[in-house]
């Protein structure tokens, strides 16, 4: 088919040195258009800029709508509401001004509409949306002496962030939205008031609760007033060989009574085996190729028996293990109906077709109660992440150990130059700066858990550069409100992020809270 390439760009006022593409050679960026951009009170006029690369001018439409007219009066376009987009860059700006009756989040709607061929009636819509905030008293003031605030009122003259949109005759190339660019590595942008700039995938939140609830499901009481009770007590390690000898020991089963099937995974030297076991159950077989060493083999029986004994529905606990060929060592795990890798299966295109909100909404809630049940015993997990999940036919979700999942997954683990592979983007901050895992970690890298299964295991963080991620999260930047996820589940996975560790709820809260969302859901389907 013939490609008639066109492009235009959209630019925030307060972004500098900035550039993002929505739609690059084909290629749609994922994260969608429902992402509210907040725009400072200070800020009164945001530019863009746009140009047709189709070698013509293609006709366009805008219309900006606001939720509270009283407070924000309709925006106002320096150009015309209809017309033709030009072949040479052009800047054009909306005038946001506040009426300063009271002070308000008002959201701004920016639809427009590019027609690609008139003849096919080949329309691609594309919906903006930004959230100003206004403050009492707060009208247009054309005195600026602030020379930052002068500088931020002055159109920009490069790095806006921009759109391309690639049209495709008889298909209509919908445009996923980004947001905010991912600033490069170096000192920090920052506006007028001192503070960091957006970025693209995630946004700045409260990191302290707030002082009244944002939902029935969630409440001051259930969330400031307690805190975890087993805070500073820290996951069981195996520094003595004896307890994990003694594990072993009692989890020994004959090799020759496994049987392998399938390959499910493989990595550089782990490899992941679908089986069974005595000829009747079936089992999930960890185990390492010949080529590995004695450290991965180590490895490999240390943490899959980390969550030993751990007898719960929600808990993925070894079944068995066999070391009668000490280089490849087999961990056994129970694998009933089709039972796989959770992140895998989210992958999958037909579960974003299939999975709904409510089932979202289950499996949160059971990976919840059996965190409860881990910290009950005073186990903390470290590495919670729907790659280290399993998910069977019937949706049922077990939380499972984290052995091999470092080589099967390596995209997920960093190393920030201290020769340690860490899960960087699941971390909570006090585990990124000192390595200190606690219950209340471990509720942050639930939330991050809760973001990949709304998402279908999308990467987290995936603009930020690991070495960027403390300086990120210090400055209150959170993972955004993933596309149709309701905003009672996102507050919900909000306060697993706040900064202190006092201030993140409980799994038992947690669960509480989902398990209220769950009821109140399905009373209306």
Same mark, same amino acid.
């Given at each position: 088919?013939?490609?008639?390439?066109?492009?235009? *760009?959209? *630019?925030? %006022?307060?972004?500098?040195?900035?550039?993002?593409?929505?739609?690059?050679?084909?290629?749609?960026?994922?994260?969608?258009?429902?992402?509210?951009?907040?725009?400072?009170?200070?800020?009164? @006029?945001?530019?863009?800029?746009?140009?047709?690369?189709?070698?013509?001018?293609?006709?366009?439409?805008?219309?900006?709508?606001?939720?509270?007219?009283?407070?924000? &009066?309709?925006?106002?376009?320096?150009?015309?509401?209809? *017309?033709?987009?030009?072949?040479?860059?052009?800047?054009?700006?909306?005038?946001?001004?506040?009426?300063?009756?009271?002070?308000?989040?008002?959201?701004?709607?920016?639809?427009?509409?590019?027609?690609?061929?008139?003849?096919?009636?080949?329309?691609?819509?594309?919906?903006?949306?930004?959230?100003?905030?206004?403050?009492?008293?707060?009208?247009?003031?054309?005195?600026?002496?602030?020379?930052?605030?002068?500088?931020?009122?002055?159109?920009?003259?490069?790095?806006?962030?921009?759109?391309?949109?690639?049209?495709?005759?008889?298909?209509?190339?919908?445009?996923?939205?980004?947001?905010?660019?991912?600033?490069?590595?170096?000192?920090?942008?920052?506006?007028?008031? *001192?503070?960091?700039?957006?970025?693209?995938?995630?946004?700045?939140?409260?990191?302290?609760?707030?002082?009244?609830?944002?939902?029935?499901?969630?409440?001051?009481?259930? #969330?400031? /007033?307690?805190?975890?009770?087993?805070?500073?007590?820290?996951?069981?390690?195996?520094?003595?060989?004896?307890?994990?000898?003694?594990?072993?020991? @009692?989890?020994?089963?004959?090799?020759?009574?496994?049987?392998?099937?399938?390959?499910?995974?493989?990595?550089?030297?782990?490899?992941?085996?679908?089986?069974?076991?005595?000829?009747?159950?079936?089992?999930?077989?960890?185990?390492?190729?010949?080529?590995?060493?004695?450290?991965?083999?180590?490895?490999?029986?240390?943490?899959? %028996?980390?969550?030993?004994?751990?007898?719960?529905?929600?808990?993925?606990?070894?079944?068995?293990?066999?070391? @009668?060929? /000490?280089?490849?060592?087999?961990?056994?795990?129970?694998?009933?109906?089709?039972?796989?890798?959770?992140?895998?299966?989210?992958? @999958? &295109?037909?579960?974003?077709?299939?999975?709904?909100?409510?089932? #979202?909404?289950?499996?949160?809630?059971?990976?919840?109660?059996?965190?409860? /049940?881990?910290?009950?015993?005073?186990?903390?997990?470290?590495?919670?992440?729907?790659?280290?999940?399993?998910?069977?036919?019937?949706?049922?979700?077990?939380?499972?150990?984290?052995?091999?999942?470092?080589?099967?997954?390596?995209?997920?683990?960093?190393?920030?130059?201290?020769?340690?592979?860490?899960? #960087?983007?699941?971390?909570?901050?006090?585990?990124?700066?000192?390595?200190?895992?606690?219950?209340?970690?471990?509720?942050?890298?639930?939330?991050?858990?809760?973001?990949?299964?709304?998402?279908?295991?999308?990467?987290?963080?995936?603009?930020?550069? &690991?070495?960027?991620?403390?300086?990120?999260?210090?400055?209150?930047?959170?993972?955004?409100?993933?596309?149709?996820?309701?905003?009672?589940?996102? /507050?919900?996975?909000?306060?697993?992020?706040?900064?202190?560790?006092?201030?993140?709820?409980?799994?038992?809260?947690?669960?509480?809270?989902?398990?209220?969302?769950?009821?109140? #859901?399905?009373?209306?389907?």
């Amino acid at each position: 088919m013939d490609r008639m390439p066109s492009y235009f *760009g959209l *630019g925030w %006022m307060r972004c500098v040195s900035a550039e993002l593409y929505y739609v690059r050679d084909g290629q749609i960026n994922d994260y969608a258009l429902n992402f509210v951009v907040p725009v400072p009170a200070n800020v009164k @006029e945001i530019a863009f800029t746009w140009q047709s690369l189709a070698g013509r001018p293609l006709p366009y439409t805008i219309n900006i709508q606001t939720s509270d007219p009283a407070v924000l &009066p309709r925006p106002v376009l320096n150009i015309s509401r209809a *017309g033709e987009i030009p072949i040479e860059i052009q800047t054009f700006s909306i005038s946001m001004k506040c009426s300063g009756i009271r002070p308000a989040e008002v959201e701004v709607t920016l639809l427009i509409e590019v027609t690609l061929n008139r003849a096919t009636n080949n329309v691609t819509q594309l919906q903006f949306r930004r959230k100003k905030i206004c403050l009492t008293g707060d009208q247009d003031d054309n005195n600026i002496d602030d020379p930052l605030l002068m500088e931020t009122a002055a159109p920009p003259q490069s790095g806006l962030i921009t759109l391309i949109i690639g049209g495709i005759l008889a298909i209509v190339l919908v445009a996923s939205l980004l947001l905010i660019a991912y600033c490069a590595r170096g000192p920090t942008k920052r506006n007028s008031h *001192g503070q960091p700039m957006r970025t693209s995938s995630f946004q700045r939140l409260q990191t302290q609760p707030p002082s009244a609830p944002p939902s029935v499901y969630i409440t001051s009481s259930t #969330i400031i /007033h307690q805190t975890h009770s087993t805070l500073q007590r820290q996951k069981m390690e195996y520094q003595e060989p004896e307890e994990l000898h003694r594990r072993i020991a @009692e989890l020994t089963v004959q090799r020759c009574r496994v049987r392998l099937s399938s390959l499910l995974q493989e990595g550089t030297y782990g490899r992941v085996y679908k089986g069974t076991y005595n000829d009747q159950q079936d089992v999930l077989v960890k185990t390492v190729a010949q080529h590995a060493s004695q450290v991965q083999v180590s490895l490999l029986l240390q943490e899959g %028996m980390s969550l030993y004994g751990a007898s719960h529905d929600g808990i993925l606990s070894v079944l068995g293990v066999s070391i @009668e060929d /000490h280089t490849t060592p087999f961990v056994l795990y129970p694998a009933p109906n089709n039972t796989r890798n959770l992140k895998l299966f989210l992958q @999958e &295109p037909a579960c974003a077709r299939s999975v709904t909100s409510i089932q #979202i909404v289950m499996m949160s809630n059971q990976l919840a109660t059996a965190l409860v /049940h881990l910290h009950s015993h005073g186990v903390v997990h470290k590495d919670i992440a729907t790659r280290n999940c399993v998910v069977d036919d019937q949706l049922r979700v077990k939380l499972a150990d984290s052995s091999l999942s470092r080589d099967l997954f390596p995209g997920d683990y960093n190393c920030l130059g201290d020769s340690e592979n860490r899960p #960087i983007k699941w971390l909570a901050l006090e585990a990124l700066q000192k390595k200190v895992f606690t219950e209340a970690s471990d509720v942050w890298a639930f939330g991050v858990l809760m973001w990949e299964i709304l998402t279908f295991a999308k990467q987290p963080y995936a603009e930020v550069d &690991p070495f960027e991620m403390e300086h990120y999260l210090n400055d209150g930047y959170r993972l955004a409100q993933p596309y149709n996820c309701p905003d009672e589940l996102f /507050h919900i996975m909000a306060y697993c992020w706040a900064m202190s560790p006092l201030e993140r709820p409980t799994f038992t809260q947690l669960q509480a809270c989902l398990s209220d969302f769950y009821t109140q #859901i399905t009373r209306y389907v």
